[in-house]
C-alpha cells in the first residue's frame, strides 16, 4: 500500500553505558535507534498506518542498522539516501543522579552527519517527490531545520515541496542549544506552514513568549490544529474554530523521558488519520506517550491493536482517570488466551 504519511528528519544510533553508570566510569555500552521523526514514522507504521521516512543515513554499519529498525516496523524506506563520505550520527545517553532522582543527560554527536545535508534537491527527486505528493499528510519537526543550512532550505519551503492538499504536522521541539548564535527564521517559517503544531507549555512560552492559543492562531492563519502538552497534568487541541479538547495523562510508572514526545505525535496523529475525535486523538497520545516512559528506549515497547484503540475510545472517563501503566500492566491490553 503506498505510504499515506511521510516524515522528515534524522535518525541516530544511541548508546548508553550498562548498568546505568555515569560515562566516566562506563567501559560497555548498549545500543538503540532513535530520532524524532524516526520516532513518529516507526510508530505509525507500527500501528498499521502506511508510513514513510525521508532521510539521509551514513553508508556505514550503524546506518546499516536504522534501515533494519525501520524495516521491521514496516517504514517504506525507498526515499533514504545514503552517503559514503559522512557518518550516520550518534547521541548517547548519560544517567545524571540529582534530588529529583535519576535524569538522562543527552549528548549529541550529529555535526556533519549525512542526514545533516538533507536538502530541497532530495525532497524534489525521485523517489522522495512521489512520496511526499501522494502523502496525505507529512511530519517533521523543529529539530530538522536546526541541522544546517540545507535542512534549514527544506523546512522553509515545505509546502511547496509537497503541494497545497497535504496536511502539514510539526512537532516544535524546541532545543535551544541547537540554535545558539543561529537565525531563527527557517524554524519560524516551518511553524507557519503547519497544519498541526504539537508543543509544550513551557517551549511555547519560550517561541512565542506566551501560551495563549487565541493569540498563536492569529499569529498562524494557516493553522488548524494547536496540541499543547502540559507534561504530567493533561494535553488538550485547540481548533481553529475555538474549540477546545482537554484531556488528563495516564499515571505512568516513568522510567526514562526520552521519546515520549514523539510517540505523542504518533498517537495522535494515528488518531486523526483514523478519523477518531479530538478526544480519542489525545487519549491514543497519551497511551503512546506512556508506553514509551515505562521502557529506557525511545520509542514505544509495544503499541495498541486496533481492538485495543476501540478500548481506548470506548473508556469513559471515570475509567480513563483510574488507569496506571508500568510494564507489567497495561490497563487497555486484550487478554491472551
Given at each position: 500500500?503506498?505510504?499515506?504519511?511521510?516524515?522528515?528528519?534524522?535518525?541516530?544510533?544511541?548508546?548508553?553505558?550498562?548498568?546505568?553508570?555515569?560515562?566516566?566510569?562506563?567501559?560497555?555500552?548498549?545500543?538503540?535507534?532513535?530520532?524524532?521523526?524516526?520516532?513518529?514514522?516507526?510508530?505509525?507504521?507500527?500501528?498499521?498506518?502506511?508510513?514513510?521516512?525521508?532521510?539521509?543515513?551514513?553508508?556505514?554499519?550503524?546506518?546499516?542498522?536504522?534501515?533494519?529498525?525501520?524495516?521491521?516496523?514496516?517504514?517504506?524506506?525507498?526515499?533514504?539516501?545514503?552517503?559514503?563520505?559522512?557518518?550516520?550520527?550518534?547521541?548517547?545517553?548519560?544517567?545524571?543522579?540529582?534530588?529529583?532522582?535519576?535524569?538522562?543527560?543527552?549528548?549529541?554527536?550529529?555535526?556533519?552527519?549525512?542526514?545533516?545535508?538533507?536538502?530541497?534537491?532530495?525532497?524534489?527527486?525521485?523517489?522522495?517527490?512521489?512520496?511526499?505528493?501522494?502523502a496525505a499528510l507529512v511530519h517533521t519537526s523543529g529539530i530538522t531545520?536546526?541541522?544546517?543550512?540545507?535542512?534549514?532550505?527544506?523546512?522553509?519551503?515545505?509546502?511547496?515541496?509537497?503541494?497545497?492538499?497535504?496536511?502539514?504536522?510539526?512537532?516544535?521541539?524546541?532545543?535551544?542549544?541547537?540554535?545558539?548564535?543561529?537565525?531563527?527564521?527557517?524554524?519560524?517559517?516551518?511553524?507557519?506552514?503547519?497544519?498541526?503544531?504539537?508543543?509544550?507549555?513551557?517551549?511555547?512560552?519560550?517561541?512565542?513568549?506566551?501560551?495563549?492559543?487565541?493569540?498563536?492562531?492569529a499569529d498562524l492563519p494557516h493553522l488548524e490544529t494547536l496540541v499543547?502538552?502540559?507534561?504530567?497534568?493533561?494535553?488538550?487541541?485547540?481548533?481553529?474554530?475555538?474549540?477546545?479538547?482537554?484531556?488528563?495523562?495516564?499515571?505512568?510508572?516513568?522510567?526514562?523521558?526520552?521519546?515520549?514526545?514523539?510517540?505523542?505525535?504518533?498517537?495522535?496523529?494515528?488518531?486523526?488519520?483514523?478519523?477518531?475525535?479530538?478526544?480519542?486523538?489525545?487519549?491514543?497520545?497519551?497511551?503512546?506517550?506512556?508506553?514509551?516512559?515505562?521502557?529506557?528506549?525511545?520509542?514505544?515497547?509495544?503499541?495498541?491493536?486496533?481492538?485495543?484503540?476501540?478500548?481506548?475510545?470506548?473508556?469513559?472517563?471515570?475509567?480513563?482517570?483510574?488507569?496506571?501503566?508500568?510494564?507489567?500492566?497495561?490497563?487497555?491490553?486484550?487478554?491472551?488466551?
Open positions: 500500500m503506498p505510504a499515506t504519511l511521510v516524515t522528515i528528519g534524522e535518525a541516530m544510533i544511541a548508546l548508553y553505558p550498562d548498568h546505568h553508570l555515569p560515562l566516566s566510569d562506563a567501559r560497555s555500552f548498549g545500543s538503540d535507534v532513535g530520532g524524532a521523526e524516526f520516532n513518529v514514522a516507526t510508530s505509525l507504521a507500527r500501528l498499521g498506518l502506511p508510513t514513510a521516512w525521508v532521510s539521509r543515513l551514513g553508508a556505514d554499519g550503524f546506518g546499516d542498522r536504522i534501515l533494519a529498525a525501520a524495516g521491521e516496523a514496516g517504514v517504506d524506506t525507498s526515499a533514504v539516501e545514503r552517503d559514503a563520505a559522512r557518518p550516520t550520527g550518534l547521541y548517547v545517553k548519560e544517567p545524571v543522579v540529582g534530588p529529583t532522582g535519576v535524569r538522562t543527560r543527552m549528548h549529541y554527536y550529529r555535526s556533519g552527519s549525512a542526514a545533516s545535508v538533507l536538502g530541497v534537491a532530495q525532497l524534489r527527486s525521485e523517489p522522495a517527490a512521489a512520496l511526499l505528493h501522494g531545520p536546526a541541522l544546517s543550512a540545507s535542512t534549514a532550505d527544506v523546512a522553509a519551503n515545505l509546502r511547496s515541496l509537497i503541494g497545497p492538499a497535504t496536511l502539514v504536522s510539526v512537532d516544535l521541539n524546541l532545543r535551544p542549544a541547537l540554535w545558539i548564535d543561529r537565525d531563527r527564521s527557517a524554524l519560524e517559517a516551518l511553524v507557519t506552514q503547519a497544519d498541526i503544531l504539537f508543543a509544550g507549555d513551557e517551549e511555547t512560552a519560550t517561541h512565542f513568549g506566551h501560551t495563549d492559543p487565541v493569540r498563536i492562531f499543547l502538552k502540559d507534561e504530567e497534568r493533561r494535553a488538550s487541541a485547540y481548533r481553529s474554530d475555538g474549540s477546545a479538547t482537554h484531556v488528563p495523562s495516564l499515571t505512568v510508572e516513568v522510567v526514562e523521558p526520552v521519546g515520549a514526545g514523539d510517540a505523542f505525535a504518533a498517537g495522535f496523529l494515528a488518531g486523526r488519520v483514523e478519523g477518531r475525535d479530538d478526544t480519542t486523538s489525545l487519549r491514543f497520545g497519551h497511551a503512546l506517550a506512556a508506553l514509551t516512559l515505562i521502557g529506557h528506549g525511545d520509542r514505544p515497547l509495544t503499541v495498541p491493536t486496533h481492538r485495543e484503540r476501540n478500548t481506548i475510545a470506548a473508556a469513559d472517563d471515570a475509567t480513563w482517570a483510574r488507569w496506571r501503566v508500568h510494564p507489567g500492566d497495561i490497563p487497555w491490553r486484550e487478554a491472551t488466551p
